[in-house]
């Protein structure tokens, strides 16, 4: 089966037929918006209440922000991206023990988004693993590049890090208590998938990813510094996001639209692919405990803010993500109350 994978085949010169969206699922790539950004937030500015604020600005219309002076290594996350592309780099017979599409696997390589439930394919690979606590999963990720496991952890580290300061901030941007939201998320887990999508003969027809909400709480994306390709939708239209240098792509995913009741907005976007260059990007979640029960604080509902959802265990969500396929209806609409 590990001859599904993109980044092991020759060179194609013509879309297969099984990527080939309808014409009306098109990316209709001319239409997309590139003079528009997302917001863009220093955490090393000296005001901290008005970083604060700008953060729920974002989180309130774009559901995605930028960030710098973030914190993170740069040297790390250029040793990330090299580890990431050196990985994929690696001869078939290599990748083909990894290869996996069983989403219940916590290493595992593979392709599109979910194959056993979808019908048309994504032009990408990736590699998925599980990264937190770090000593149970790192054994079993893979021994090659020889400094992956190294690179892998210690960029996790960070990222886990700076992804618990920003749920602080978000916490306040509330008007709540700074560690509201990371008690109420639980023992976070901490997932990776290393996305590789391959240069594409036919970009127009397909996406790396399609239209999509993140499952998770909160996702920090790493993307690859050279080739844009994450899109966001804005009021109706598709925002190109164009990479900024060493800074990370953050998004509100489905749990803290949950859990603000709807005030914060877990946003599609989609990956498009390009015709001459490869492209990869790093996307970091942080997901809440199985067990944590999602249910937004009594301040954030009211006579006019009634409750949108009803409370669940994220892991009943997360069993629900996987039974379907990435293009359906967002998976929250199930959960209404
Ligand atoms: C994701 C994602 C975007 C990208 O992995 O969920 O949205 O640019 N990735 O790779
Ligand atoms: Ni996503």
Known sequence: MAGQLLSTAPDYHSLPENYIRPEDQRPLLAEVVSDAHIPVIDL??????????????????????????HGVPVELMLRMLGVALEFFRLPPTEKAKLYSDD???????????????????????????????????????????????????????EVRQLGLRLLEAISLSLGLEEDCLVKALGEQGQHMAINYYPKCPQPQLTYGLP?????????????????????????????AVDPLANAFVINIGDQLQALTNGKYKSVLHRAVVNPEKERI?????????????????????????????????????????WSR???DEPCLEMFQS
Not at 50 to 59: K, L, R, T
């Open 325 to 327: 396929n990435l293009d």
């Open 44 to 69: 090393r500015a000296p005001d901290r209440s008005h970083v604060v604020s700008q953060i729920g600005h974002a989180c309130r219309s774009y559901g995605f922000f930028q960030v710098v002076n």
């Open 281 to 321: 990007s790093v996307a970091s979640f942080l997901c809440p405990s199985n067990y944590a029960i999602i249910s937004p604080p009594e301040r954030l509902i009211s006579e006019g803010s009634p409750a949108m959802y009803r409370s669940y265990t994220y892991e009943e969500y997360y069993k629900k993500f």
């Open 103 to 157: 989403p219940a696997k916590k290493v595992r390589l593979s392709t599109s988004s979910n194959i056993r439930k979808e019908t048309i394919r994504n032009w990408r690979d990736y590699l998925r693993l599980h990264c937190y606590p770090l000593e149970e999963y790192v054994p079993e990720w893979p021994c090659d590049p020889s400094s992956f496991k190294e690179v892998v952890s210690a960029y996790c580290k």
């Open 211 to 239: 239209a999509h909400t993140d499952p998770n709480a909160l996702t920090i994306l790493l993307p690859d510094p050279d080739v844009a390709g994450l899109q966001v939708l804005k009021d109706g239209r598709w925002i």
